[in-house]
């Protein structure tokens, strides 16, 4: 059966992104390829995802077009995970989204928001799209009030 894993293209950041990534979430392990002494690609895994990196130099840089997305399920996940994958130079976006110091993007998702936004009522999903769109980090329990709200 084929297996799918993503693959990021650096320009020479690979064993740093790798490193830093492995630093953030609880689950992870690394392996470095050298070649002639240089790193060329890098292999890891968060949380049970498999990675690839490769030092493919400055042709391509990452955009929002591709995102990973992280369900968490409580509010100190969100924030703990908001405040490193902005460090350093990363940056907050809108409604759940973030780009890290090397300018790949995140968005960090409380687990329920998928429920909330489903909801048979219209006007309940209506509220937490709202709240939503306020926030840049999500906010567990303004969304749940909003939810929540008669």
Do not use: H
Not at 25 to 45: I, L, Y
């Amino acid at each position: 059966m084929p297996t799918i894993t993503p693959f990021l293209w650096f320009n020479t950041e690979a064993e740093e992104a790798m490193n830093y990534y492995g630093s953030i979430f609880k689950k992870s392990k690394v392996v470095v390829n050298r070649a002639n002494g240089k790193v060329m690609s890098v292999q890891f895994e968060l949380e049970g995802q498999p990675f690839m990196a490769l030092n493919g130099g400055p042709q391509f840089k990452f955009t929002e077009a591709i995102s990973f997305f992280v369900g968490c399920e409580t509010q100190k996940e969100i924030d703990e995970l908001w405040t490193k994958l902005t460090a350093d130079g990363g940056a907050p976006s809108r409604c759940g989204w973030l780009k890290d110091k090397f300018g790949l993007s995140w968005q960090i998702i409380p687990s329920s928001l998928g429920r909330m936004l489903g909801d048979k009522d219209p006007a309940r999903a209506g509220r937490v799209m709202n709240a939503m769109l306020q926030m840049d980090k999500l906010d567990v329990k303004t969304l749940q009030d909003a939810y929540d709200r008669k």
